[in-house]
């Protein structure tokens, strides 16, 4: 059986996540990582009331990717559910902030929940294990914004995590100051975004550090769940009307890069489950970025 983490499964592309690993691969065993154990057990009874036959394959882990502690009590959870076996894969979905300004939060769980998921779990992960980190269009959207150097700093093959953490505190230092973000080349300094993009760099780092797993990152694309929430509201429209997909078709990306054959790792790929630029945003559909 293949044991697979997902965080922040308990709704939304978690959930659809988690539901589509049971659907299209029956030697799978989901951990539904959830923060409030009380809705994942409610996530996890959904989804054993869908189909009997996954009873015994869903199992609810407790995990607040922003907290140290968190994470470091289900990593005991895990592994004493895994006994001698090993995880199959690593998703790590949760996130927050579109539309925050808290920038703190935001990259604490969004870039830093990543790095602390990681840290953790990869002595679990078997060797060919698969990591997934869902990230957002909103990162290369970002990173368009910036200075050719710092553009440069988000896509360098040889980054590495102590140069992704000073960036992010050199951040939070100017955090809501605009124009300071600007005279340091990072454009209107969104929290969501740069979070994002700070996510694809923390992938190119775990893929170059770890070169015995594939770890790549994806966006689900523009997807109608509680993220967007405020702004369907705002809109008055409907999500469809917005050009918005549900989280089921937003889990395709991250289903690809468990399962599929994705070319090698450390790369960034789009909701399409095509390889896509790190510095700029390419429409699904489009022909597949092919650069370093």
């Not at 923060?35 to 009997?52: F, H, I, M, T, V």
């Not at 002595?123 to 150097?149: H, Q």
Request: charged share 25%.
């Amino acid at each position: 059986m293949r044991r697979i983490l997902v965080t922040g499964a308990n709704k939304g592309i978690g959930f659809a996540i988690a539901e589509r690993i049971l659907e299209e691969a029956e030697d799978t065993i989901v951990f539904l990582g959830s923060r409030d154990p009380s809705r994942g057990e409610a996530a996890a009874e959904r989804l054993r009331k869908a189909d009997n036959n996954r009873a015994g394959r869903v199992h609810v882990v407790e995990i607040d990717v922003g907290s140290d502690e968190s994470v470091e009590r289900s990593v005991r959870d895990v592994e004493e559910a895994c006994g001698s076996e090993r995880l199959y894969g690593i998703v790590n979905n949760a996130g927050i902030g579109l539309g925050s300004d808290d920038l703190d939060s935001v990259l604490n769980v969004n870039t830093r929940g990543i790095w602390r998921v990681c840290k953790a779990f990869i002595p679990l992960l078997a060797d060919g294990g698969r990591i997934v980190n869902v990230t957002s269009a909103a990162g290369p959207n970002f990173v368009a914004t910036c200075s050719p150097e710092k553009q440069a700093f988000f896509k360098n093959p040889d980054i590495t995590w102590k140069e992704i953490d000073a960036m992010m505190r050199e951040c939070s230092a100017i955090s809501g100051d605009t124009e300071a973000f600007s005279s340091l080349g990072l454009g209107d300094g969104s929290p969501y975004g740069l979070s994002k993009a700070c996510a694809n760099a923390c992938t190119i780092h775990l893929a170059r550090q770890f070169p015995q797993f594939i770890i790549n990152s994806c966006t689900p694309g523009f997807i109608s769940t509680d993220l967007t929430r405020q702004y369907e509201e705002q809109s008055g429209k409907r999500p469809e009307e917005l050009g918005m997909k549900t989280p089921r078709e937003g889990a395709g990306s991250a289903i690809f890069l468990l399962f599929g054959e994705p070319e090698g790792s450390g790369h960034y790929y789009g909701s399409d489950a095509k390889r896509s630029p790190l510095d700029r945003y390419r429409a699904p559909g489009t022909p597949p970025f092919t650069g370093d």
